[in-house]
């Protein structure tokens, strides 16, 4: 369960902003996670409520957009989606690849701010 | 009253380890130091086979390592028997190792004066595989009793690693281990990783890691001469 300081870390990065704008109130929290991220999206949903509590956070949207996992396809060369988590093969010729484009992502993107 | 405003940050959350991780590579290579980091579940054999590879690589490369559990200093005993240098990091409550601890962990060390630094992270399959720790190659162990499907349910921390070792093979046969499987299932989440089967009680297989590991350490050591 490293959801939960990992929430800390993005409490403590958003924060930065608002204070930055006078302690302009936070109205969303804007995230892009990958599955090969290593967190899991609904238990970094719970770790953000609690971390936000008492925080002026707290009833703060989290928009999460999940990133789905993309490779560089040797036989296609081109990006294409991988099958699966567990099936990291390319989805329209099922070449096998490791290089990885997307779904590792882990990224604080945006900040909605009420100044 | 003033409208929402959207305001971009484009930031890794984990971007505080990610600095201190890459400030950590660059200081053991200055050091010429090759740093491991093994992963794995609860009672995979971590430290067995770390109690061997210590014992092994002592006699000819001067070897540190830093140990990751939640409580208890046990580890770390066991593995001093096998060489001088080690620390344990005992984390509490949290769930894996991070930048911040292994650079406070190695506070007071000569990095120059080793060549090889393994780092036990605690046993868990999910967490430590956000981390980065500054590692040069992250081992993830699988033993033959857990069931050849641990790839398939931990895909994360088997594509954040280098390469697998599959672990306590004298017991395959009792376990019904299909060794085939499992690595068909490790090629399916990681392509092309490097695999390794070895039984550290009967020590089948410690020599081919070993030399893996010694291998590595020219390859490091002619990246940076370079």
Same mark, same amino acid.
């Given at each position: 369960m490293?959801?939960?300081?990992?929430?800390?870390?993005?409490? +403590?990065?958003?924060?930065?902003?608002?204070?930055?704008?006078?302690?302009?109130?936070?109205?969303?929290?804007?995230?892009?996670?990958?599955?090969?991220?290593?967190?899991?999206?609904?238990?970094?949903?719970?770790?953000?409520?609690?971390?936000?509590?008492e925080s002026q956070l707290s009833g703060c949207r989290l928009e999460i957009t999940e990133v789905p996992i993309s490779l560089e396809c040797p036989?296609?060369?081109?990006?294409? $989606?991988?099958?699966?988590? $567990? $099936?990291?093969?390319?989805? +329209?010729?099922?070449?096998?690849?490791?290089?990885?484009?997307?779904g590792r992502e882990l990224e604080l993107r945006a900040v909605e701010l009420v100044e | 009253m003033n409208r929402p405003r959207l305001v971009e940050v484009r930031e890794n959350i984990l971007k505080q380890n990610d600095l201190l991780a890459r400030s950590l590579r660059t200081r053991f290579h200055e050091a010429g130091v090759l740093v491991v980091s093994f992963v794995s579940s609860p009672g995979s054999?971590?430290?067995?086979?770390?109690?061997?590879?210590?014992?092994r690589a002592s006699e000819k490369f001067r070897i540190a390592a830093l140990v990751g559990d939640l409580a208890t200093e046990n580890d770390a005993a066991r593995l001093m028997r096998a060489a001088p240098q080690v620390k344990q990091i005992t984390t509490g409550t949290v769930c894996h190792l991070d930048a911040h601890m292994v650079e406070l962990a190695l506070a007071n060390w000569e990095l120059n004066k080793l060549d090889?630094?393994?780092?036990?992270?605690?046993?868990?399959?999910?967490?430590?595989?956000?981390?980065?720790?500054?590692?040069?190659?992250?081992?993830?162990?699988?033993?033959?009793?857990?069931?050849? +499907?641990?790839?398939?349910?931990?895909?994360?921390?088997?594509?954040?690693?280098?390469?697998?070792?599959?672990?306590?093979?004298?017991?395959?046969?009792?376990?019904e281990f299909d060794v085939e499987l499992a690595h068909r299932n490790i090629q399916s989440v990681r392509p092309g990783m490097r695999v390794f089967e070895l039984s550290a009680k009967t020590g089948k297989g410690i020599d081919e890691l070993s030399s893996f590991i010694q291998s590595q350490r020219l390859v490091s050591q002619s990246a940076t001469a370079v």
């Open positions: 490293h959801e939960l300081s990992i929430a800390m870390s993005i409490l +403590d990065r958003v924060l930065e902003e608002s204070r930055a704008r006078g302690d302009a109130r936070v109205e969303a929290v804007y995230l892009r996670i990958g599955p090969l991220s290593g967190v899991d999206v609904e238990a970094l949903r719970f770790a953000f409520e609690v971390a936000c509590e036989s296609c060369r081109s990006e294409k $989606q991988a099958v699966s988590i $567990q $099936q990291l093969c390319c989805s +329209d010729c099922g070449t096998p690849s490791p290089e990885i484009v997307h | 054999g971590k430290t067995t086979l770390l109690e061997k590879l210590l014992a090889l630094l393994f780092i036990e992270n605690v046993g868990n399959l999910v967490c430590p595989s956000s981390y980065d720790l500054g590692e040069d190659l992250r081992f993830v162990l699988l033993s033959a009793t857990e069931g050849e +499907d641990k790839p398939l349910k931990y895909p994360t921390i088997f594509n954040t690693s280098d390469v697998a070792i599959i672990t306590k093979m004298d017991l395959a046969a009792a376990a």
